[in-house]
């Protein structure tokens, strides 16, 4: 069975922490995809890499940051995590190709609380 | 970027059929996804449309109208089960991204 793995389900941390959230797929997709989700604003893309070593900001980069090593992950850094980043952070690949009628494939998802 | 509105919530009873709509706009259409949330859950993958008309998937159906902007998804025979959110995202190839944006979802309840 294909998957999208988050390293953590349920994170605490200060604010001002640097927070790492890992995302891992074994379908050996190109894409990669961050998103946050939070009640009433749907999901929303935070970064996204087409390839290794390769990153594009989305709608609300603002505050986050990426890193691409190997294409099978993709990992979300918070600099200096703050109260607003409190939300459903939800990892997603696909296979490459604007045509492609593959849907992503999204992970369990990290419920990060700043405090 | 585009415009997607779906309705915040429906309500229906276990047994019967429920159409949720979803409208957009898009400069670039390039197919239109419906996803399945539960709740605490990730979404999973229900259907795609890139051409006009019906597309069925056992008790899930999906229709779209590129010419009004429109699509619904039609789910019959309603069990407890399908008691979730429900997301439209629609992919938009202007500026060559082919990025997927999702609409806020519906909320559906399906009562006894």
């Known amino acids: 069975d294909v998957k999208v793995t988050q390293s953590s389900r349920y994170l605490v941390k200060r604010t001002g922490e640097k927070v790492f959230l890992e995302c891992v797929q074994d379908m050996d997709h190109e894409n990669m995809f961050w998103y946050r989700q939070d009640p009433g604003l749907g999901l929303r893309l935070i970064y996204f890499?087409?390839?290794?070593?390769?990153?594009e900001k989305g709608d609300i980069p603002e505050g986050y940051s990426v890193s691409r090593e190997k294409k099978e992950r993709f990992s979300l850094i918070l600099e200096s995590a703050s109260t607003n980043q409190t939300s459903m952070y939800l990892c997603?690949?696909?296979?490459?190709?604007?045509?492609?009628?593959?849907?992503?494939?999204f992970g369990s998802g990290t419920r990060l609380t700043v405090v | 970027g585009q415009n997607i509105d779906q309705p915040t919530e429906m309500t229906a009873t276990e047994g019967a059929i429920v159409q949720i709509n979803c409208t957009y706009q898009t400069s670039g259409f390039n197919g239109l996804f419906w996803y399945q949330q539960h709740a605490g859950e990730a979404p999973t993958f229900l259907s795609y449309n890139v051409l006009d008309g019906l597309e069925e998937k056992g008790r899930f159906s999906s229709f779209l109208s590129r010419s009004k902007g429109y699509s619904y998804l039609l789910l019959k025979e309603l069990q407890m089960k399908d008691s979730a959110s429900y997301l439209c995202?629609?992919?938009?190839?202007?500026?060559?991204?082919?990025?997927?944006?999702f609409g806020r979802g519906t909320s559906l309840i399906v009562h006894p």
């Open positions: 995202a629609v992919r938009d190839r202007s500026g060559g991204s082919y990025i997927p944006t």
């Open positions: 997603a690949s696909s296979y490459t190709g604007g045509n492609s009628n593959y849907g992503y494939t």
């Open positions: 890499s087409y390839d290794v070593k390769m990153k």
